[in-house]
């Protein structure tokens, strides 16, 4: 009985270790790995099991191996490092790094405990909420300037329709009246607009395939741009995300309407749905929408997902802005990258667990 | 006799242009920018329509709703427009449930307004 009792505590507790966020590899006395978690295989590019056998040098690059492993003289200490630990790909993972040297016999067999996250994650998630605290922020701002101007608008429009009332159609006073109530109609359109880029509803996520997000959005473009239709050229129907289904598609919708427009056709716009290729594996599922447009310069890249920024003549900026918060509040990631010949907008959403 | 119309906004120039042109529609029409006095008028006087704005008194409430269910205690005849500079799906439900008629958003034109007024009474 006490031997099934260790056997599930110690199932309890590998199940624990594979879901923490951190990277856990535990070194012997000899510098080799006897214990990945998976989190710390998945950061590396490799499998689980692949690893036990390894050398430090060989798991985490020669130069990082030599910062972790602890001189012969070190007296028992935890130590902080920010180190470059080498893929198995071949690629670099920017990692925070705890080194944790137990006393010698404290742990079997356990000369150094190494835990660690991927810093660039840690960054982006940071960066994310800045942006998104920032965006909150201003769309309170915009929500009351919007009220606060409306009254007045108000006051401006009936105050124009007494005067349309009151005169006849051939009074010279009618057709100034009429103009100021278009003008006030068209500062109202300008306003619902600013409050839906500053303020959409909350995200109501849903287990949804990334595939259907994509169709619907098509669907929902203007007749001129649907004819050559943008081509989905990759899209595999099993990656469901976690969206709300009627954000997602507006936000897909603005995308591919604003890659029409900058490459001035339909034809050449490609929309493709793939699983994340990044450390963590699957936990994203990036939805890209590719034009063969001129392609934007990186200080106007900068500046894209701003308010009221456009390069296009005629256009209020507001189609990428109100993307970018569509996106903020569905928790997923809006990126733009560009090179001369092209654009890519990459859409990254979490991926649903599978059941 | 004229349907008798209450207009209550803290925006003076909505009240104005209001009366001056529901008058010409041939109601009959009092104006307030005063919640206080706005109740005293409901008590006193018989409305077909009461048209109110939500906020009333330059802050972040919503007084047009408690005046409503001052109008549906003392006039129950009388039907209740909410006017409002910001309108969302919960409001609107809010103000069905307190008793209004319509809840609409500002600006508006008052050909439109004369509208749903029409559809009222």
Redesign the interface.
Known sequence: LSHERSAAQAALGAAILDHVLSGIVALSHDGSVSYVNRPAAELLGRGPEECPRLHASQLFGAGAAAEILPQASASPAERRLALDLSRKDGGTLHAGVSVIQPPAGAIDDVGVLVLFRDLDEQRGAEDELRRAEGQAALGRMV?GL???I??????????A??LM??CPEEDPRFEPARRI?EL??RM?RLLAACVEAGTPGPAHLETVPAPVLVERALEALPPRWREDGPQVTESAGDLRVLADAAQVVQCLRALVENACEAAGSAAGVRVAVARSAGTRGDRHVHIEVRDAGPGVPPPLLRRIFEPFYSTKPDHLGLGLAVAQALALRNRALLEACSRPGHTVFTLSLPAARRA | MPFRLLVVDD?E??G???K??FE?QGLEVDVTQDVDEARALVAARDYAVVMADLRLRGTCGHEGLDLIDHVRGRSPQAHCIL?S??TSEELEQAARARGARLLL???????ELWRHVQELL
């Open positions: 929500a919007s009220h606060e409306r009254n007045p608008l108000a006051a401006i429009q009936g105050l329709n007494v009332a009151e109530g006030v109609a109202d | 925006e120039a909505i104005f242009a209001l001056r042109y010409r006017l500079a910001y958003r500002k600006p508006i034109g008052l050909p």
